[in-house]
């Protein structure tokens, strides 16, 4: 007998939904097999081929669905020359199709409940029919707290979503920000979050290869992550001035424009710091890349502070200001607590990259107040949902001497407050894993410091 997890990101814009279900598959992997007895696979769906671009762990793969893109109407075809209709009909079927196949013990969606104009609404019917656990995973900022009920209110509310998912998890430390307090998630979802930590220590990274990016350090680092709007910070970056005795790796994103590209290779071109600047578009390990680095400067997307944050290296965030409000509040709330630096995206320029990066490379930064320790928990929180789940849906376990999981109901300590928690320092680390799987409210004991 085995787990079956399958975990779904919509991926319209940018990979950071598909980074975040990898970095899940990952520490699933690690860890459910040694807290329940049983191995485990998974099937990750995303909606970018770039996606397939990072390793997942041994008996997992990869689903890509044809592709949906942002335009200023709303969403259109990445790719496919067929109507939105014929798009969302056929990606519809096709995960519908993948998720009756799989038939999961687990259902992790990242961000989006129902998926782009409810694709995902066969599906979670069926898995509702099966008893599968469903979880809705959430970075730590939506959105402004207007713009987020306005979302809940187009999919029929957050009671819509609540039909569906038994639990919620933010990817976040609620002392840092709370979509809770904010308003961002509400009743009844509220009652059943789970803040997890950041997704930050323990994020996989791939083998360097002969085509990894390697600099000689000292070197200070650019990136901003897919690259789609980037351009302006990666030009800003181009001419800003490197630091002495520093190289500068600047990373412009798979997806960013040609045009954008471009203008950063011209603009490298006339620097009188040609020699040591490096463009690239893609690097597999920017992890190492980031915790090697001088300092970085990075646009404030989930994916990107999290890779900085489990680092001490100095990092400048400029947010992206248009769309959503979600990178001018991550920021603002990781600069409050002395995380990171942030430049507003209207006071960006050259002269201000060169005086921030002449200053970091300096320095280190200590970011032990913040819970950075998301991916250690992630085992103990599905362990604990797959308890939960119908007779049906429970597993004998696969080596001897080990009991199964037992339903349980959650402890009236599980549900999560609107106010961040205070009292005792949160342990840096989860516990470590058992010999014998853990019971729910065991599992549930490994995280209940998050509900206090």
Not at 24 to 50: C, M, Y
Not at 381 to 408: I, K, N, V, Y
């Amino acid at each position: 007998m085995s787990i079956t997890a399958v975990l779904y990101s919509h991926d319209s814009v940018g990979l950071g939904h598909a980074r975040r279900n990898r970095a899940l598959a990952h520490a699933l992997a690690a860890d459910l097999p040694r807290l329940t007895g049983q191995p485990v696979r998974g099937l990750l769906i995303a909606g970018h081929p770039d996606a397939t671009a990072d390793s997942l762990p041994a008996g997992w793969d990869w689903l890509v669905l044809p592709g949906f893109t942002r335009t200023a109407e709303g969403y259109a075809s990445r790719s496919l020359d067929v109507s939105n209709e014929r798009l969302s009909s056929l990606r519809r079927s096709t995960a519908a199709a993948a998720i009756k196949a799989m038939s999961p013990d687990l259902f992790i969606a990242d961000r989006h409940p129902f998926g782009v104009d409810g694709e995902l609404l066969d599906s979670l019917e069926w898995l509702r029919s099966q008893g599968t656990r469903c979880v809705l995973g959430m970075r730590e900022v939506l959105d402004s707290p207007a713009a987020a009920q306005a979302e809940w209110e187009k999919i029929g509310g957050a009671s819509a979503a609540a039909r569906f998912y038994h639990a919620v998890w933010v990817y976040g430390d609620p002392s840092v920000y709370n979509p809770i307090s904010s308003g961002e998630i509400p009743q009844p979802l509220a009652t059943r979050t789970r803040f997890t930590g950041y997704l930050s220590r323990g994020r996989p990274t791939d083998e360097l290869s002969d085509s990894s990016v390697r600099a000689p350090q000292p070197y200070v680092l650019s990136m901003v992550g897919g690259g789609s709007d980037g351009g302006r910070l990666a030009l800003a970056a181009a001419q800003a001035r490197v630091p002495a005795g520093h190289r500068h790796i600047i990373l412009t994103g798979p997806q960013m424009p040609s045009t954008d590209h471009d203008s950063v290779e011209l603009a490298v071109a006339a620097s009188p710091d040609a020699a040591q600047i490096q463009v690239t578009r893609l690097a597999p390990h920017v992890p190492q890349l980031v915790r090697e680095a001088a300092a970085v400067v990075s646009m404030a997307g989930y994916n990107s502070t999290a890779e900085i944050m489990a680092t001490r290296t100095p990092a400048l965030l400029v947010p992206r200001a248009a769309r959503r409000a979600e990178q001018p509040r991550r920021a603002h709330a990781l600069a409050a607590v002395g995380a990171v630096d942030t430049l507003a995206l209207e006071d960006l320029n050259a002269e201000a990259l060169s005086r921030w990066l002449a200053e970091a490379v300096v320095r280190r930064c200590d970011r032990g107040a913040v819970d950075l320790d998301g991916l250690t928990r992630i085992g103990a929180l599905a362990a604990a949902e797959l308890a939960l789940g119908p007779p049906s849906r429970r597993h004998s376990t696969a080596r001897p001497g080990l009991g199964m999981l037992r339903p349980q109901p959650r402890p009236a300590t599980a549900a999560v407050p609107s106010a961040a928690p205070s009292g005792p320092a949160r342990p840096a680390h989860a516990a470590a894993p058992t010999t014998t799987p853990l019971s729910a409210p065991a599992a549930e004991a490994r995280f209940d410091f998050h509900a206090r």
